[in-house]
T-cell receptor, first 116, second 113 residues
Framework: AQSVTQLDSQVPVFEEAPVELRCNYS??????LFWYVQYPNQGLQLLLK??????LVESINGFEAEFNKSQTSFHLRKPSVHISDTAEYFC??????????????FGAGTRLAVHP | DTEVTQTPKHLVMGMTNKKSLKCEQH?????MYWYKQKAKKPPELMFV???????INESVPSRFSPECPNSSLLNLHLHALQPEDSALYLC????????????FGEGSRLTVL
């Protein structure tokens, strides 16, 4: 079965510490990979994406993620987090499904809690 | 304008009521989506419209009825809902379907009494 696994449901971290949120997927075909962030009482926002090309992708607010095909992973990292990074983070994968369309599959989410 | 606007932000309804959720985008996107999100869970796809035609229905009960009046608007008509339908309903749009680059609205939080 094709799926997305976020290995940590919650990640507590102190402000200015580094963080890694883990994401693994299972697929036998090429995929597109995404990280979405959801702040409290808001919708989801696209944080970064991997479609092709360089396996290291970066966002404007200091997050980065690296696509590792051999390990089927797309972990999200930030070298120094801020209180304002506290949010729910969803890894997502676009996988081909029947009927000729690609379905966006979300992981269960990781709650990042940044403490002062 | 890079926003997806959803109204109302909050809705409380009884099981016999009829109500509608509305979504609007002016980014020229050709695909629009309805997702349902329960607390502490990821969004679940309900419907996909592409070029104003219903392309995907993820086996959603008929008490939810989507409508796409034009390329900028998406409605979700609600009738005879159950308390377990209480959730955050998210609208999203994308340039085309078959991409994962979705723009989400802030959602309509629905409570069914």
């Amino acid at each position: 079965a094709q799926s997305v696994t976020q290995l940590d449901s919650q990640v507590p971290v102190f402000e200015e510490a580094p963080v890694e949120l883990r994401c693994n997927y299972s697929s036998s075909v090429s995929v597109y990979l995404f990280w979405y962030v959801q702040y409290p009482n808001q919708g989801l926002q696209l944080l970064l994406k991997y479609l092709s090309g360089s396996t290291l992708v970066e966002s404007i607010n200091g997050f980065e993620a690296e696509f590792n095909k051999s390990q089927t992973s797309f972990h999200l990292r930030k070298p120094s987090v801020h209180i304002s990074d506290t949010a729910e983070y969803f890894c997502a994968v676009t996988l081909p499904f029947s009927g000729g369309y690609n379905k966006l599959i979300f992981g269960a989410g990781t709650r990042l809690a940044v403490h002062p | 304008d890079t926003e997806v606007t959803q109204t109302p932000k909050h809705l409380v309804m009884g099981m016999t009521n009829k109500k509608s959720l509305k979504c609007e985008q002016h980014m020229g996107h050709r695909a629009m989506y309805w997702y349902k999100q329960k607390a502490k869970k990821p969004p679940e796809l309900m419907f996909v419209y592409s070029y104003e035609k219903l392309s995907i229905n993820e086996s959603v009960p008929s008490r939810f009825s989507p409508e796409c009046p034009n390329s900028s608007l998406l409605n979700l008509h609600l009738h005879a809902l159950q308390p377990e339908d209480s959730a955050l309903y998210l609208c999203a749009s994308s340039q085309e379907w078959n991409t994962g680059e979705l723009f989400f609205g802030e959602g309509s939080r629905l409570t069914v009494l």
